[in-house]
């Protein structure tokens, strides 16, 4: 029974993608020729959903990215780092995630699993600064598991203090 | 002759009040008893649904938040596989991941998803099964005990973390074991009062690789297996979150039938307690006037 009804999902899946390609899975108007439709998602909040964008800048681990309209699909993982937004209005929003993927969809669509992301003023230099000891101290000491995400930590918290204010 | 017949009539009266007295006010006290403390456990109960009907509505106001904001993240994440029209494999390794949770009192929740996995294991017997939550364990360990690979527990207290299910994932990895084709089964939020078991596949590797429009992505040769493990705890993730909103409605509907029923058991057992009271009270002032009378 269920698998009938997995085999007719996939149909149905195939069939809809077979017909025009209409820019959004979710059968909203297409993309506007100069701009990139932003889906930036985490785990507990989204911050941008199918929002039409100028440019995001993205920290990738092959490098720095920046995704304009039209850009070719590609997959990126992403390194601890801060994504730039460039918004319509021309204002630019800076968030610092620790890392995720992000995919550059065919039809301009820009798809960002995040699992941490907050918007860069939102940290203290100070904070970061005491935190960093703490990772550092646990990094030399400990279990071995303890020492690795230690590790993990001081990579995420040292990107983070070149941007902290 | 009719003074002889009314000293008897007395007598005879005496002694059927007698053996009234004995059998039927004894009778109606225990009777009376049984009732009273029945009514009060009742009405115990009946405070114990209706609190646990509150906290399932709040619980469930927030989980419905957090379902909303997974699904975003599930929905995004799924948009590669969706583009590329990546189908799953249909023959291998296969793995099905069922997501339930520890506690009970939730309808049919736990039933209905082990239903659906059964179903499924009907027509692939030989698929490894990861179990998240105690009550689908017991249920689907009475028949497909030896599919069994991995269960987890302390699964349903609160809102599932991402940290969570990507632990899930982790252990899935560490079994060792190459999966061609997974699924997760889970309970999908239709309404706040209907849900229903739905599957997902979690696409591997392979099956991305050999999508049909996987060329048009421009993707470093190692980041497939790393994406497709991180779109898995994903859509754990969406899964352990969907899962939780329907449960907490569930919980709510029932125990609001809990709570409903017991009402309508306190004021039967009311009614028959006054009107058992009322008899067993009628009874004692037969038995005084009769005995008075008898005086007389």
């Not at chain 2, 017991?138 to 030896?146: E, G, N, W």
């Not at chain 2, 239709?190 to 429009?213: D, M, R």
């Not at chain 2, 329907?246 to 009107?275: F, H, P, T, V, W």
Request: aromatic share 6%.
């Amino acid at each position: 029974m269920s698998a009938l009804r997995l085999a007719t999902r996939s149909v149905l899946r195939s069939r809809q993608l077979a017909a025009p390609w209409r820019g959004s899975f979710r059968g909203y108007a297409e993309v506007p020729s100069d701009r990139i439709r932003l889906n930036l998602t985490l785990p507990h909040q989204t911050i941008y959903q199918d929002a039409d964008v100028v440019q995001v800048n993205l920290p990738a681990t092959t490098g720095d990215l920046g995704v304009l309209a039209n850009h070719v699909p590609t997959v990126e993982q992403l390194r601890p780092g801060v994504i730039d937004v460039v918004e319509e209005s021309g204002a630019t929003k800076q968030f610092f995630v620790s890392g995720g993927f992000a995919v550059v969809q065919p039809g301009s669509l820009l798809s960002i699993n995040a699992i941490e992301a907050y918007p860069v003023e939102d940290f203290s230099a100070e904070a970061v600064r005491a935190q960093l000891a703490e990772a550092q101290k646990n990094a030399t000491s400990g279990s071995e598991v303890d020492q690795v995400e230690a590790k993990i930590e001081l990579e995420v918290l040292e990107a983070l203090a070149a941007v902290a204010k | 002759m009719s003074s002889l017949r009314a000293s008897v009539r007395p007598v005879v009266q005496a002694a059927k009040a007698a053996s009234y007295r004995s059998r039927a006010p004894a009778n109606a006290y225990a009777t009376l008893r049984e009732i009273e403390s029945r009514l009060k456990s009742i009405k115990n109960i009946e405070k114990i649904t209706n609190t646990m009907k509150i906290v399932a509505s709040t619980k469930l106001s927030r989980a419905q938040r957090a379902m909303f904001d997974s699904r975003a993240y599930g929905e995004t994440s799924d948009e590669i596989f969706k583009k590329a029209e990546t189908v799953p494999a249909t023959e291998g390794n296969k793995l099905i991941i069922v997501s339930s949770s520890d506690k009970g009192l939730c309808g049919g929740i736990h039933s209905q998803i082990s239903k659906a996995v059964r179903a499924r294991l009907a027509l692939e017997p030989d698929a490894d099964l990861v179990i998240l939550g105690d009550k689908a364990k017991i249920q689907l360990a009475r028949t497909y005990a030896s599919n069994i690979v991995l269960s987890f527990n302390q699964i349903g207290k609160e809102i599932p973390t991402f940290a969570e299910a990507q632990s899930i994932a982790d252990q899935i990895f560490k079994l060792g074991k190459k999966y061609d084709s997974i699924e997760i089964f889970y309970n999908r939020f239709k309404s706040g009062i209907s849900f229903e078991p739905t599957s997902v596949p979690a696409f591997t590797e392979e099956s991305l690789q050999t999508s049909p429009n996987f060329s048009a992505y421009d993707i470093e040769e190692d980041l497939a297996q790393d994406l497709t493990e991180f779109a898995l705890a994903n859509a754990i993730f969406w899964a352990l979150a969907e899962g939780h909103a329907c449960e907490q409605s569930a919980r709510r509907s029932a125990m609001d039938n809990a709570s409903k029923n017991a009402g309508d058991m306190i004021g039967r057992y009311s009614i028959l307690y006054n009107r058992t009271r009322q008899a067993v009270i009628t009874n004692e002032l037969v038995d005084i006037i009769t005995g008075a009378s008898s005086l007389q």
